[in-house]
T-cell receptor, first 111, second 117 residues
C-alpha cells in the first residue's frame, strides 16, 4: 500500500527557519509535491521534486532523497502569514500518477 | 481572471437527498479532480477526469457520481448512498503535459462545505 507520514504540528518563532519532514511508502515513485492550506481555504501548490536534491523558490525550499523515501519543506524568515497547514503528496505508478496526500502539518508561528 | 469556481460555498441538506456540487474552470486545463477533506486530514480523491466524456474512480468513489460533458465543467453528485457526506469538498484542475498524466501541480477552487443532517 501507499502511505505518507508527516508531523501533525510544528511550532516556530517569527523570523526563524523551520523544516517539515515527510516520509513515504509507495511503489513506482514519481515525485513529491508540497501544498499550503490556510484555515478554511484551498490548497495552493508550493513545489515539486522528482529528482534528488534541493529546489529553492524564494523563502521556501524543498528537498528529496529517493533512496531514503524522504523529503522536507524548509521555510526561512518565517512570517505570521506562513501559519497554515502544509501537505506533502506523492505521485506514483501505484496511484496511476494521481496525488496521494499526507495528513498535513499545522505550522504555528509565535511572535 | 482565470480560475476555478465552486458553488455554493456552504450547502445544507437533509439525509436521503442527492445534492450536486458545481465546479467550473476557465484555465483550459484538461484534467479535473474532486477531493474530500475531513477535519484534520489530508485530501482524498473521489473522481478524476483527464478528457471530456471520460472519468475514473479515485480512492473513495462509492456514493458519488460525476459527469464531464464539457472541458470546463465537472459536477459532483453526492448521493444518498454516501454514508458520511458531511465534509469539505474541493475541486481542482491541472494541465497535462504531452506524454504524461503526472498531475503534480493542481489548482484548486475555494471549496464547498456540505453539511447533511
Amino acid at each position: 500500500g501507499q502511505s505518507l507520514e508527516q508531523p501533525s504540528e510544528v511550532t516556530a518563532v517569527e523570523g526563524a527557519i523551520v523544516q517539515i519532514n515527510c516520509t513515504y511508502q509507495t511503489s513506482g515513485f514519481y515525485g513529491l509535491s508540497w501544498y499550503q492550506q490556510h484555515d478554511g481555504g484551498a490548497p495552493t501548490f508550493l513545489s515539486y521534486n522528482a529528482l534528488d536534491g534541493l529546489e529553492e523558490t524564494g523563502r521556501f525550499s524543498s528537498f528529496l532523497s529517493r533512496s531514503d523515501s524522504y523529503g522536507y519543506l524548509l521555510l526561512q524568515e518565517l512570517q505570521m502569514k506562513d501559519s497554515a497547514s502544509y501537505f506533502c503528496a506523492v505521485t506514483s505508478m501505484d496511484s496511476n500518477y494521481q496525488l496521494i496526500w499526507g495528513a498535513g502539518t499545522k505550522l504555528i508561528i509565535k511572535p | 481572471d482565470g480560475g476555478i469556481t465552486q458553488s455554493p460555498k456552504y450547502l445544507f441538506r437533509k439525509e436521503g437527498q442527492n445534492v450536486t456540487l458545481s465546479c467550473e474552470q476557465n484555465l483550459n486545463h484538461d484534467a479535473m479532480y474532486w477531493y474530500r477533506q475531513d477535519p484534520g486530514q489530508g485530501l482524498r480523491l473521489i473522481y478524476y477526469s483527464q478528457i471530456v466524456n471520460d472519468f475514473q474512480k479515485g480512492d473513495i468513489a462509492e456514493g458519488y457520481s460525476v459527469s464531464r460533458e464539457k472541458k470546463e465543467s465537472f459536477p459532483l453528485t453526492v448521493t444518498s448512498a454516501q454514508k458520511n457526506p458531511t465534509a469539505f469538498y474541493l475541486c481542482a484542475s491541472s494541465p497535462l503535459s504531452t506524454g504524461t498524466t503526472n498531475a503534480y501541480e493542481q489548482y484548486f477552487g475555494p471549496g464547498t462545505r456540505l453539511t447533511v443532517t
